[in-house]
């Protein structure tokens, strides 16, 4: 594979040869992706982080509506209409004043509280369309450089993993530079979900859990009984 040319915060460019690395950059910059989908589906969308992860990748955002399982087609398909766009990663580095100014008027009360820890130090912001998101980079060049992605699940979080602050809604997702990548990827997951023990349980009609009881409570039924 060629070497993956990145853009970084200072707006060099450089090839990226190591695969791990180049991948880290393909699903973070995926990430950015995901994030201008969402705000440009719904409203009133706020935004937490979005790193790569050793599995893909995820974003955490503060919004009134309930994302679903149901919403990761759409936002999937919004994903692939605005890489078709070939989108550049446009960086810019900015005095910490500047960042606070900017993110404050658009009302991102959690990239506001980072910025405000970096006292004194110049900053970065990458563009990708509309969305404009406090990050390092680097990032691929463009959104054609981005590979085959899929949206995984939806899950709740915590802003910062502290239970006592805002609640989030994380949508994760995975990302490789080959579509044979992604389908080998998602069959393995297929087969460990096959695998699951509480998966399995419930198939057999072993248990059921039951949340309007207690969170996660597990009722044993008859031929589950030992």
Known sequence: MAPLQTIHKDGTVTGVEDPEEA????????????????MELYSD???????????GFYYDFQT??????????????????LKNKDLSFEPSIVSQEEAL????????GLK?????????????CFKLGT?????????????????????LSVAGSYWRGDEHREQLQRIYGTAFFEEVELTDHLDKLEE???????????????????????????????????
């Open 23 to 38: 991948l880290e950059i393909l699903r973070h910059s995926t990430s950015h992706l995901l994030a201008l989908a969402v």
């Open 45 to 55: 969308v706020h935004l937490g982080i979005g790193p790569a992860t050793s599995e």
């Open 64 to 81: 009134p509506h309930r994302l679903n399982e149901g919403d990761l087609e759409k936002i999937e398909q919004k994903m692939l209409e």
């Open 101 to 108: 100014d900017f993110f404050h008027n658009q009302g991102e």
């Open 112 to 124: 506001t509280e980072l910025i405000e820890e970096r006292e004194g130090q110049v900053l970065s």
């Open 131 to 151: 969305l404009v998101d406090f990050c390092t980079g680097p990032h691929v060049q463009s959104t054609s450089h981005l590979g085959a992605f899929k949206l």
């Open 192 to 226: 460990a979900l096959k695998r699951d023990h509480r998966k399995l349980g419930k198939e057999l009609d072993l248990y059921s859990v039951q949340d309007r009881v207690a969170p996660g409570l597990i009722f044993w039924h008859p031929k589950g009984a030992i």
